[in-house]
């Protein structure tokens, strides 16, 4: 008996294989024209994927200068600012919703903008830098002084993190001998990146000496410092610091110490509140802190080097969002307290990368 298959619509179908042919073209066509759904896990990876770091070097249209802008994602985190107008490279910082949090000393057209506008972002310096060509302030760069831009060494960036690594020229002001004045060559190394919605920026210093190098000066003008906004000099009065160890004297903005580990500085701006820590390893040589309640700290120490010798200094910066400082008394040392132990662990964490030299 032949057999027969039955259509859904109860048509009988040819049990021919050539009389198929008609049916499988209709088939196929409807298969195609059904649209098929993404698996869910896919849409979800794609709602949770981590922003990617970029880089890019370009003009710079608010500074004099040119700039090198460190996104995450599509927020502007860092600038790398250099170039003709600006007689020292820094990096500008800001926070996660692109807003400027340190001080860019200029303005669009050169001119100064704020109470001490040599103060620049993350910046490395010292006023009395001693060599065969006289004494030189490669920190307020008055006289001619500069700190400039040699080369882009590397950049690189991807959904951890971006690195920019440069080398920087240190120019006295005499400039009559065969180096035209060079008294030694920075290479800096920035990497940035996110953790738990705080900005960590890991800077390095390499300083090798062109030529018998002090340095030398005083704690508020010299070594590796940041500034905030000039905005925060107007509200210097509500800004609150810590460091550690917590039992050294304040001093007037002067803190004494060769086992100084971190110091935290808390300010009002953009209609809230900010902190960043700045955490110094068993590494770094230090003898000194430098604060000041308008927004400008760092470590200081003096050194000196022989020709064509280096030295390296490491630190980490970690800037977030704040709390305001809570009410003297109680409730403002409770949150003293939780500020410290956040910010042991953040040096225990980074010391780790950055252990004490082994005593030979």
Request: hydrophobic letters at 35%; aromatic letters at 8%.
């Amino acid at each position: 008996m032949k057999q027969t298959w039955t259509h859904p619509a109860g048509k009988a179908m040819p049990s021919n294989p050539r009389a198929w042919r008609p049916y499988l073209a209709l088939l196929i066509a409807a298969c195609m024209s059904i649209p098929l759904a993404a698996p869910a896990f896919a849409s979800e990876a794609a709602s949770t994927a981590k922003p990617k770091w970029t880089i890019e070097d370009k003009a710079n249209d608010e500074l004099p200068g040119r700039r090198i802008d460190i996104r995450h994602g599509q927020t502007l985190r860092a600038a790398f600012i250099y170039g003709q107008g600006q007689d020292r490279a820094y990096l500008a910082l800001y926070d996660d919703q692109g807003r400027r949090l340190t001080n860019p000393g200029l303005d669009p057209d050169g001119g100064t903008r704020g109470r001490f506008p040599h103060h620049r972002g993350i910046y490395v310096g010292w006023n009395h830098l001693h060599s065969d060509l006289g004494r030189d302030d490669l920190w307020h760069l008055r006289r001619g002084e500069q700190i400039l831009l040699n080369r882009i060494v590397s950049q690189s960036a991807d959904g951890d993190s971006a690195t920019l690594v440069v080398d920087l020229n240190w120019h006295s002001a005499r400039r009559d001998d065969e180096l035209r004045g060079l008294l030694l060559v920075e290479r800096r190394t920035m990497t940035l990146s996110v953790d738990d919605d705080r900005l960590i920026v890991d800077h390095q210093s390499t300083l090798t000496a062109s030529r018998d190098i002090r340095l030398e000066g005083d704690l508020h003008h010299a070594g590796t410092q940041i500034r905030v906004d000039a905005d925060v000099d107007e509200v210097r009065n509500q800004t609150v610091y810590l460091w550690e160890p917590g039992d050294l004297d304040p001093g007037r903005g002067r803190v004494v110490s060769d086992e100084l580990r971190w110091v935290h500085f808390r300010f009002p701006l953009h209609d809230q509140w900010y902190a960043i820590t700045q955490i110094n390893p068993p590494i770094n040589k230090v003898e000194e802190l430098s604060w000041r309640d308008y927004g400008r700290f760092g470590f200081f120490f003096k050194d000196r080097l022989d020709k064509d010798e280096s030295l390296t200094v490491n630190y980490r910066f970690i800037i977030e969002e704040s709390q305001p400082p809570a009410a003297p008394g109680d409730a403002r040392q409770r949150q003293d307290r939780s500020i410290r132990q956040k910010a042991d662990e953040d040096h225990r964490a980074f010391a780790r990368l950055h252990p004490a030299e082994p005593s030979e």
